[in-house]
């Protein structure tokens, strides 16, 4: 029993040293990752990224990317947000991997304002947990003045080649249920993909509310952009996932 307690023990030892070492690579990697993010766009200076610098690095990752397959990226996909490959896959879009054409180049490779709103949204509440406020009292947060620090570049290249690797699918989307001149799902579009989701059933108009409310980057939009239908049908499949977690219960409890 002793010998067996001391083995315990020293593998306790052993598990607990790889962590440290693991943490440890995990620190330094990330610090040098950070340096070199800085050293290269950091035009002003700050030690951290200002609006037009995360734009510029944006359009650099996104300029650096080659065609990966589909179950690569919709894996990336799930990582920041759980289920919305199986919801895209629910919704039957083509998603097949395909050399761009050149007018889709450009657009792959320019980086719109609601772009890296988003991408500050994301690695702002990702780091530590935090959530950003996006509002002081009845006044808005200009994003364009936030300044990205270190610790946030991780979340938000994540978060980044995430709808980068699945753009192609989610512009899909978006012109089979349609845009406003703004090209962003309204919410006709938005429940009419939702009904097609829960295949035919017609969404609430609560739900509808809710899952838009809870997807927006920013409270002050009446649509959804590219980058948020992402969470859209994240937010809807783990809804229905629930629904039919307790459909099931209370048929086990009447039966």
């Not at 490959?85 to 304002?113: G, K, W, Y």
């Not at 990702?126 to 936030?146: A, C, F, H, R, W």
Request: net charge negative; hydrophobic share 35%.
């Amino acid at each position: 029993m002793l010998v067996d307690m001391a083995a315990i023990v020293i593998r306790m030892q052993q598990q607990q040293n790889r962590e440290r070492e693991i943490a440890a690579k995990k620190v330094k990697e990330d610090a040098a990752f950070a340096k070199d993010v800085l050293m290269r766009f950091n035009r002003s200076k700050s030690k951290t990224l200002n609006y037009e610098e995360l734009r510029a690095w944006l359009k650099s990752v996104a300029h650096s990317q080659t065609t990966i397959c589909t179950a690569h990226a919709r894996k990336e996909l799930d990582a920041v947000f759980p289920g919305s490959s199986s919801a895209l896959s629910t919704l039957n879009i083509n998603s097949q991997q395909s050399i761009p054409s050149q007018q889709e180049e450009i657009d792959s490779h320019t980086v719109r304002d609601d772009e890296v709103d988003w991408v500050i949204m994301m690695a702002i509440n990702k780091n530590d947990g935090t959530t950003v406020q996006i509002s002081e009292g009845n006044k808005l947060v200009n994003l364009k003045e936030t300044e990205l620090q270190p610790s946030q570049f991780g979340g938000a290249l994540q978060a980044w080649l995430s709808y980068v690797h699945n753009k192609g699918t989610l512009k899909r989307v978006m012109k089979k249920y349609g845009t406003n001149d703004q090209g962003q799902m309204e919410r006709s579009h938005i429940k009419s993909m939702l009904k097609d989701l829960s295949c035919g059933r017609e969404p609430e108009e609560s739900e509808v509310d809710s899952v838009m409310d809870e997807a927006r980057a920013m409270p002050h939009s009446n649509g959804i952009s590219g980058p948020e239908l992402i969470k859209v049908l994240s937010l809807w499949y783990i809804k229905d996932l629930e629904k039919e977690e307790l459909a099931r219960s209370v048929q086990v409890a009447d039966g």
